[in-house]
């Protein structure tokens, strides 16, 4: 089994966690900038953060034979603080970077008159720099925030084919799909779907334009719940050609829309499962690399 995770927060996740994931098939990811769980207080700091993702990430992936790919925005929880509105100034010289395939996350946490602004403005730089654009759809009054975000999305003139609203649910993947926008599923114990729910959308709507992520990030969360998911549609008599649709074929079909996915090398039978210096197959960094004096194994060395 092949996975692609379209939305995994790795920078929250350790190293033992990228020698899990390629163990389990993972030979792909795309981690979205988002909310880090305590206020930024300026736009420098999310330019270290932007680095990181960009930078670090791909280098810390590229050791157990996982692709690192990114997503640059100022996410909506932060886009109500003043301090950081700036940081929609520091987005074009980013999203002109090899590794960035969308732009996201975007959309809403609470529909502040904040976040709308933020929302259509960047829109507006995923149809300049023609880029995908990820969709937050907020985890309070969902079904409210879908309608509006479908609304803004109508509104910015995007080809829907280039928007991914995530964190659906049975009650807003409808709407999502009649909109020509791709659905996005986050596999997330308690708060978002199950790989059993998430069998049982599949089975109503099929497989197209459907994307199963992680979202695994600082909370309590499973970078694996991914694999469980494609374990949980063989069960229920999905065929394997379904799974690899689903878990590495749409991801790589809607992120291949920015023309900057990179998946040369990547050994879609099996990466050397889990070994550090195995290397990143035209990656950050060769194997036993350093990326700013650093390695895997600390110190540099």
């Known amino acids: 089994m092949r996975i692609f995770d379209p939305h995994i927060h790795m920078t929250s996740r350790t190293t033992d966690d990228y020698e899990r994931m390629a163990a389990a098939g993972v030979r792909a990811v795309v981690e979205p900038a988002f909310w880090l769980g305590q206020p930024r207080t300026s736009p420098d700091s999310f330019a270290d953060y932007f680095d990181s993702i960009i930078g670090w990430e791909p280098f810390r992936a590229a050791q157990f034979g996982v692709r690192h790919h990114a997503t640059i925005a100022l996410n909506p929880k932060e ?125 109503l709507y099929g497989t197209e334009r459907m994307l199963v992520n992680s979202a695994a990030d600082w909370g309590r969360s499973d970078p694996l719940l991914t694999r469980a998911t494609g374990e949980a549609m063989l069960l229920a008599g999905f065929t394997a050609d379904d799974v690899d649709r689903v878990l590495w074929r749409n991801p790589v079909e809607f992120y291949a829309q920015s023309g900057r996915l990179d998946l040369t090398g990547v050994d879609d039978a099996g990466a050397a499962a889990g070994q550090p210096g195995t290397g990143g197959p035209g990656g950050a960094a060769p194997a036993g690399g350093t990326f700013a004096g650093n390695s895997i194994l600390r110190g540099g060395s």
């Open 79 to 203: 886009a109500n603080d003043p301090r950081c509105r700036p940081v929609l100034d520091l987005l074009p010289r980013y999203l002109e970077k090899d590794g960035v395939v969308a732009v996201g996350e975007i959309g809403y946490d609470s529909m502040t008159p904040a976040e709308d602004e933020a929302f259509a403005a960047q829109l507006a730089l995923a149809v300049a720099h023609e880029l995908p654009a990820m969709v937050h759809t907020p985890h309070r009054d969902k079904a409210r925030g879908v309608e509006r975000s479908l609304a803004v999305v109508a509104e910015s003139g995007i080809d829907p084919g280039l928007v991914v609203l995530d964190h659906l649910n049975e009650v807003t993947a409808g709407p999502v799909r009649d909109s020509g926008c791709w659905l996005g599923f986050s596999i997330y114990p308690d708060t978002k779907m199950s790989p059993p729910r998430m069998v049982e959308l599949l089975r």
